[in-house]
């Protein structure tokens, strides 16, 4: 039997389909009745759930299961929900994390190999050296195509960091043509590493979540970590370019309040900082008129992350 996606439910209809358990809460309804407050979760979106009389239904799932569930689609506030008569682990031995997590539209092998051709257009030197280093790992490459750029807000989906820097490095090669007093490998260097970190900060097995490394001690550290250790494998790497790199990362978030430890302290800093801000928010600005294309009228909700409503314009 062919597998409802989310996209796909409509109120009304009774289904059994597999999803994957993103949320799962207990709660007491105003009766005093226990229920599971849940969240469900394929590649085209998500719908939450309901499991009336849970003490008497056993569901021995967890958060980040295939769940296998049996119940009616209805429409509750505006939205629709899954009243759900009963859910167990899915026996399904061919269930592909693709069909279950948003992805990029584009093909990773085919962004990261324009990475490692524009790589080999750099002069000879020890920044092309590490950054042949860090993205001629094999282990790393598969995280790297494999890694959201965040779990929410932008680029939130798998290949959503490649996305995300595959955009950056073409953007910043174009600013350095019209500023072409920028050190040009710096800001090449930039756009590639400043998010590194988030190969680790981020679990994406199954869900977009933090790992408790990631939690502690956040991407910009674990990238100073990463480079520092490719760094010392390379002899006589120049201390000031040493420096120069460590600070990219330092200050890409732009401001203190924002999670930098630095503000940009030189104009490739600067540039590699604007240009992620750039490309973030218009990813985020695209993902929440995507999200609401059949709202009515001339605005959009209010976007949480840009405190703000969107005007639509019609293209």
């Known amino acids: ?128 050296q590490l950054l042949l280093a860090i993205f001629e790992d094999p282990v790393l490459a598969e995280k790297y195509k494999l890694a959201p750029a965040a779990t929410s807000v932008h680029h939130a989906f798998l290949g959503g960091l490649l996305e995300h820097v595959s955009s950056l490095w073409q953007l910043g090669d174009q600013l350095c043509d019209h500023y072409a007093w920028l050190n040009r490998s710096l800001v090449f260097a930039g756009t590639l590493l400043h998010d590194l970190g988030k190969t680790e900060e981020l679990n994406f097995r199954r869900s977009f979540r933090y790992s408790t490394r990631g939690q502690l001690l956040g991407h910009i550290t674990i990238a100073l970590e990463m480079i520092q250790e490719k760094i010392r494998a390379i002899p006589d790497f120049p201390e000031t370019l040493k420096h120069q790199i460590e600070h990219l990362i330092l200050s890409h978030h732009g401001k203190l309040e924002f999670g930098s430890p630095k503000e940009p302290m030189f104009p490739e800093a600067l540039a590699v900082h604007y240009l992620d801000e750039l490309d973030s928010k218009l990813e985020n600005m695209r993902f929440h008129y995507a999200a609401e294309k059949d709202r009515p009228g001339m605005w959009t909700s209010r976007n949480r992350s840009l405190g703000r409503e969107l005007l639509k314009i019609d293209p």
């Open 1 to 128: 039997m062919k597998r409802l996606s989310v996209a796909e439910l409509e109120a009304g209809r009774h289904i059994s389909s597999v999803f994957l358990l993103h949320a799962k809460e207990r709660k007491t309804a105003r009766n005093g009745s226990a229920y599971l407050d849940l969240e469900f979760k394929d590649a085209s979106g998500a719908i939450r759930g309901k499991l009336w009389d849970c003490d008497r239904l056993k569901a021995d799932c967890e958060v980040d299961d295939f769940v296998a569930v049996d119940g009616c689609v209805e429409l509750y506030q505006g939205a629709l929900q899954i009243s759900v008569r009963e859910m167990r682990l899915s026996m399904d031995a061919d269930i592909n994390l693709l069909d279950f997590l948003p992805r990029t539209q584009y093909d990773p092998d085919q962004m990261y190999a324009a990475i490692l051709t524009r790589l080999q257009s750099e002069p000879e030197g020890p920044l092309k």
